[in-house]
């Protein structure tokens, strides 16, 4: 039996892609595809993408989320690529160059059998 206080589970791709997002903890990152991924929606990163071009959710960390070789998308000249930058180092995570360091791939086979240990 369901009760009003009982969350939903998020349906619409945008609502799981938001949620997936919303699960990145501070102190880590992703890429588009991992949320793609984490969401139900392989090869779907420039969905991801555009979602987060849209979002006006001033509570959505953003900020976590980068190319899959640990890259920041916005230009270096950018004021997007400072304020990413900054919030970034907020979180505790160091970008050098406009890179940081990637989380191992946890979603395939081929990363669970020979990821260094």
Same mark, same amino acid.
């Given at each position: 039996?369901?009760?009003?206080?009982?969350?939903?589970t998020p349906?619409?791709?945008?609502?799981?892609?938001?949620?997936?997002?919303?699960?990145?903890?501070? #102190?880590?990152? %992703?890429?588009?595809?991992?949320? $793609?991924?984490? *969401?139900?929606?392989?090869? +779907?990163? &420039?969905?991801?993408?555009?979602?987060?071009?849209?979002?006006?959710?001033?509570?959505?960390?953003?900020?976590?989320?980068?190319?899959?070789? #640990?890259?920041? %998308?916005?230009?270096?000249?950018? $004021?997007?690529? *400072?304020?990413?930058?900054? +919030?970034? &180092?907020?979180?505790?995570?160091?970008?050098?160059?406009?890179?940081?360091?990637?989380?191992?791939?946890?979603?395939?086979?081929?990363?669970?059998?020979?990821?260094?240990r």
């Amino acid at each position: 039996m369901l009760t009003r206080n009982m969350k939903s589970t998020p349906t619409t791709p945008e609502q799981r892609i938001l949620a997936a997002i919303r699960a990145v903890p501070r #102190g880590q990152v %992703a890429g588009y595809g991992a949320i $793609a991924r984490r *969401a139900g929606l392989p090869g +779907r990163a &420039r969905l991801v993408a555009r979602i987060l071009g849209q979002n006006e959710d001033p509570g959505l960390p953003w900020h976590r989320i980068l190319r899959s070789d #640990g890259r920041i %998308a916005f230009p270096p000249e950018s $004021a997007e690529f *400072a304020e990413q930058c900054r +919030r970034l &180092r907020a979180d505790g995570v160091e970008p050098r160059n406009g890179r940081v360091r990637m989380p191992e791939d946890e979603g395939t086979l081929d990363a669970a059998l020979w990821a260094p240990r």
